[in-house]
């Protein structure tokens, strides 16, 4: 079992940053691929990037390609999710998942956490 925790979510202006922070629980962190997942309103939920558990070969939704950066830190069970140059259409609430592959489907994921909302305004 693996509990995932998201933070560092909130309000920006177009153009700024967030970095968003998923803390998980238990001691195999390290042997789990880790993704981000999005919502907006109305929408379904669709993947942002992916990180491996093994080499560390990160993967984007070309959406996100060169402004979003995903990042681990296996010592502190923590995955990143540095976010530049947001657009309003970046509004939606973010998820992390743990899973054993870093694919795009949210099939490849067994663990999701709650949620944090970014909202980005023009």
């Known amino acids: 079992q693996v509990q995932l925790v998201e933070s560092g979510g909130g309000l920006v202006q177009a153009g700024g940053s967030l970095r968003l922070s998923c803390a998980a629980s238990?001691?195999?962190?390290?042997?789990?691929?880790m993704g981000w997942f999005r919502q907006a309103p109305g929408k379904e939920r669709e993947f942002v990037a992916a990180?491996?558990?093994?080499?560390?070969?990160?993967y984007y939704a070309n959406s996100v390609k060169g402004r979003f950066t995903i990042s681990r830190d296996n010592a502190k069970n923590t995955v990143y999710l540095q976010m530049n140059s947001l657009k309003p259409e970046d509004t939606a609430v973010y998820y992390c998942?743990?899973?054993?592959?870093?694919?795009?489907?949210?099939?490849?994921?067994?663990?999701w956490g709650q949620g944090t909302q970014v909202t980005v305004s023009s």
């Open positions: 238990g001691r195999t962190f390290s042997s789990y691929a």
């Open positions: 990180i491996s558990r093994s080499d560390g070969s990160t």
């Open positions: 998942a743990a899973g054993r592959w870093p694919g795009a489907s949210n099939l490849h994921y067994n663990y």
